[in-house]
C-alpha cells in the first residue's frame, strides 16, 4: 500500500483488499464506517485546477481492482455527462451540497430522469449503469470521495468512460476523466453525437454555462446559443 496515506483512505483500502465479491451496499457501508475526514484529506484538495480541468481530481489510490480519487468543486464546476468505464460498483462520499442529474440512455438518446442535490455526508452508489453529471452551482467550495471498482478487471477500473460533450456535438472516451473542454491528449476515441432533444440540451447549458463564465471561455457560450437559436442544423430533436 502506499505510504503516507490517511488513515480513513488505509482502513477503507484494507478492507476492500480483504473482500471478495463487492457490491455498493458493502462499500458503502466500508466508508460510512470509516468516518472521513475532509481535513484528513487535505492534501488532495486541487481548487486550483488548470481551466481545461472543470473540477479538481486528484488519485489517492489504485490497487487495480479500485480506485480512489478525491474530486474539488468551485462554484461553477461541473463534469460534462458521463459513465464510469468498466466500473461495477463503487460510491461518492459528499463533504458539500452538490448539484446532480441522472440519466437514461434509449435507443442511443440521453433522457433526464432525475434532478436532484446530495448533501454533506450522503454517499450515493455508482454502477456500470449510471450515466449522469455533478457539480458546483453554490458559492462554497466543497469537495468528494469518489471509489471505482470492479470484481473482474484488474487494472484501470475507470478506463472507457463514456463522456457526452453536448456543446461540441461528439461523444468522447478517456481514461476516466469527466471534464468540459477536456484537453485532446485525454481523447482515446470520438464519433458525432447527433441527437440530443432541446430539453436535455436547454438543462445541460444552464448548469455548465457558469463554468464557461467564470474561465473566460466565452466562444463556447456564443457557440451553445447558436446551437439553441438553429437547433435542428446541429442536432435531431
Same mark, same amino acid.
Do not use: P, W
Given at each position: 500500500m502506499t505510504p503516507n496515506l490517511p488513515s480513513c483512505i488505509k482502513k477503507i483500502a484494507l478492507e476492500l483488499n480483504n473482500l471478495g465479491n463487492i457490491d455498493n451496499n458493502i462499500v458503502a457501508e466500508i466508508?460510512?464506517?470509516?468516518k472521513l475526514s475532509e481535513k484528513e484529506l487535505s492534501q488532495y484538495i486541487s481548487f486550483d485546477h488548470p481551466n481545461n480541468e472543470s473540477y479538481g481530481r486528484?488519485?489517492?489510490?489504485? +490497487?487495480?481492482?479500485?480506485?480512489?480519487?478525491l474530486m474539488s468543486w468551485?462554484?461553477?464546476?461541473?463534469?460534462?455527462?458521463?459513465n464510469h468505464g468498466y466500473t461495477e460498483w463503487g460510491c461518492v462520499y459528499f463533504f458539500g451540497e452538490a448539484t446532480h442529474r441522472l440519466y437514461k440512455i434509449v435507443d442511443d438518446e440521453l433522457n433526464v430522469v432525475q434532478k436532484d442535490n446530495f448533501?454533506?455526508?450522503q454517499i450515493a452508489a455508482v454502477s456500470d449503469d449510471l450515466t449522469h453529471m455533478m457539480g458546483n452551482e453554490n458559492a462554497k467550495d466543497y469537495t468528494t470521495l469518489h471509489i471505482y471498482g470492479s470484481n473482474v478487471i484488474n487494472s484501470i477500473v475507470s478506463e472507457?468512460?463514456?463522456?457526452?460533450l453536448l456543446e461540441f456535438q461528439k461523444?468522447?472516451?478517456?481514461?476516466? +476523466?469527466a471534464y468540459l473542454n477536456m484537453d485532446r491528449s485525454l481523447v482515446l476515441s470520438e464519433k458525432p453525437l447527433l441527437k440530443i432533444h432541446q430539453d436535455v440540451f436547454l438543462d445541460y447549458y444552464s448548469l455548465v454555462k457558469s463554468f464557461y463564465e467564470r474561465t473566460k471561455q466565452?466562444?463556447?457560450?456564443?457557440?451553445?446559443?447558436?446551437?439553441?437559436?438553429?437547433y435542428s442544423e446541429f442536432y435531431q430533436n
Open positions: 466508508v460510512s464506517d470509516a486528484k488519485l489517492i489510490l489504485d +490497487s487495480g481492482e479500485f480506485q480512489i480519487f468551485r462554484a461553477g464546476d461541473f463534469t460534462a455527462i458521463h448533501h454533506g455526508g472507457n468512460t463514456k463522456v457526452y461523444v468522447v472516451r478517456t481514461m476516466g +476523466s466565452f466562444e463556447i457560450i456564443r457557440k451553445m446559443d447558436k446551437v439553441l437559436n438553429n
